[in-house]
T-cell receptor, first 109, second 116 residues
Framework: GQNIDQPTEMTATEGAIVQINCTYQTSGFNGLFWYQQHAGEAPTFLSYNVLDGLEEKGRFSSFLSRSKGYSYLLLKELQMKDSASYLCAVMDSNYQLIWGAGTKLIIKP | ETGVTQTPRHLVMGMTNKKSLKCEQHLGHNAMYWYKQSAKKPLELMFVYSLEERVENNSVPSRFSPECPNSSHLFLHLHTLQPEDSALYLC???????????????FGPGTRLTVL
């Protein structure tokens, strides 16, 4: 079967760095997405990785290792507004997204 | 214009009611999606329309019926729902992904559905 695993909840301190991991087993691979979802709002796109390595976008970076079926989202200089759920999703061989359950990130002052 | 809009934002209905959810996208996309989001569960893909044709059903119960009259509008018709159908229903749109391009999906704010 297809499976995406990510931690249910993480806590970090304002100004610090946090890494959210995602492991996957899917039928085919056409890229991995990270989305951010604030409570009561729509998910919004953060990043897309299809090749191995690190993609940096401001305070956010995303890493992919296809051989290990592994990705992480790195958030630097955490701000209170970064409190949200972070969703990992893999595009499978049919070009459909398979989603993880999301990681709720709590930022403390 | 906001990219993807959904109405209503909140809906409470009894098990014998018939209601419809509406989604509209203003992004010029040619693929639209219905997802169900329940607490602490992964997003569940319900229906996909690409170029106005349904391409995925995912074994959704027949009490959910989608309609896509054109590339900008998507409906989800609801009939004789069960309490376990209470969830957030999200609509999304994108350029159709395939061998030569992969694009991110843009989501609407969702309809919070409660079935009594």
């Amino acid at each position: 079967g297809q499976n995406i695993d990510q931690p249910t909840e993480m806590t970090a301190t304002e100004g610090a760095i946090v890494q959210i991991n995602c492991t996957y087993q899917t039928s085919g691979f056409n890229g991995l997405f990270w989305y951010q979802q604030h409570a009561g709002e729509a998910p919004t796109f953060l990043s897309y990785n299809v090749l191995d390595g690190l993609e940096e976008k401001g305070r956010f970076s995303s890493f992919l290792s296809r051989s290990k079926g592994y990705s992480y989202l790195l958030l630097k200089e955490l701000q209170m507004k970064d409190s949200a759920s972070y969703l990992c999703a893999v595009m499978d061989s049919n070009y459909q997204l398979i989603w993880g359950a999301g990681t709720k990130l709590i930022i403390k002052p | 214009e906001t990219g993807v809009t959904q109405t209503p934002r909140h809906l409470v209905m009894g098990m014998t009611n018939k209601k419809s959810l509406k989604c509209e996208q203003h992004l010029g996309h040619n693929a639209m999606y219905w997802y169900k989001q329940s607490a602490k569960k992964p997003l569940e893909l319900m229906f996909v329309y690409s170029l106005e044709e349904r391409v995925e059903n995912n074994s959704v119960p027949s009490r959910f019926s989608p309609e896509c009259p054109n590339s900008s509008h998507l409906f989800l018709h609801l009939h004789t729902l069960q309490p376990e159908d209470s969830a957030l229903y999200l609509c999304a749109s994108s350029r159709a992904s395939g061998e030569y391009q992969v694009d991110e999906q843009f989501f609407g704010p969702g309809t919070r559905l409660t079935v009594l």
